[in-house]
C-alpha cells in the first residue's frame, strides 16, 4: 500500500480494507514506508526506501515481518540490506515512470549480479507494463513492483491491464 497524501487515520481505513482483500486472494499485503501504520493494521510487512528508517529500527516495531528495502542499482545498498536482514530487495526504476521522479535507472545487469551474492528474493520496479515484464521475469526478478501500467493506463482499465500481463 502506498498513499501519500492521505492522513495516518485515512491509511488505517484504506489499509484496514485492503488488507482484508489481500488476505482473501492469499497476497501478501506490504505498507510501504511506515512501520508503525503497518503494525497497526497488521500487515505482512513493510517497504523501506533509503530516506526511510534502517532495517534494524523498523524490526523493533513489526518484529519478524517481512521487511523489504529499495537498493535502486546498487550492489552496495543490496549487501547493506543482506547484512541487515531484510527479506527481499528491490531495484529500479528499470524503464521509464510518471509514477515518481527516478533519479536511478536499473538494467537486468543488476539482477545477475545479485543473483551471484544472495538468494533473496528480488522484486523490479519502474515503468514495467506488458510489453516489457517478461524480460526482467527472464532475468530472474521474483516479483514485479506495477502501478502506473495498471492506475495510470490511458488505453486500459486496470482489471483488463493486468489481464495483459498474462
Known amino acids: 500500500m502506498r498513499l501519500k497524501n492521505y492522513s495516518f487515520k485515512e491509511k488505517i481505513l484504506i ?19 511506515d512501520p508503525s501504520l503497518a503494525k497497526k493494521i497488521n500487515a505482512d510487512g513493510c517497504h523501506l526506501g533509503q530516506n526511510d528508517m534502517r532495517i534494524e529500527e523498523a ?17 552496495r545498498l543490496a549487501k547493506i540490506a543482506i547484512k541487515s536482514k531484510a527479506n527481499y530487495l528491490a531495484f529500479g526504476a528499470f524503464y521509464s515512470t510518471k509514477t515518481k521522479k527516478v533519479r536511478y535507472r536499473a538494467s537486468t545487469k543488476i539482477l545477475n549480479k545479485v543473483n551471484k551474492i544472495t538468494n533473496l528474493p528480488k522484486v ?25 501500467y495498471v ?16
Open 59 to 75: 524490526r523493533s516495531i513489526i518484529g519478524n515481518k517481512i521487511i523489504g528495502v529499495t537498493c535502486h542499482n546498487s550492489i
Open 124 to 148: 523490479a520496479i519502474g515503468g514495467i507494463n506488458n510489453t516489457n515484464y517478461k524480460n526482467l521475469l527472464l532475468n530472474k526478478a521474483n516479483f514485479l513492483a506495477i502501478s502506473g
Open 15 to 33: 489499509g484496514v480494507k485492503l488488507k482484508k482483500i489481500c488476505k482473501e486472494y492469499n497476497v501478501k499485503f506490504i505498507v510501504n514506508d
Open 151 to 166: 492506475w495510470k493506463n490511458k488505453k486500459f482499465k486496470p482489471l483488463k491491464a493486468v489481464r495483459m500481463l498474462r
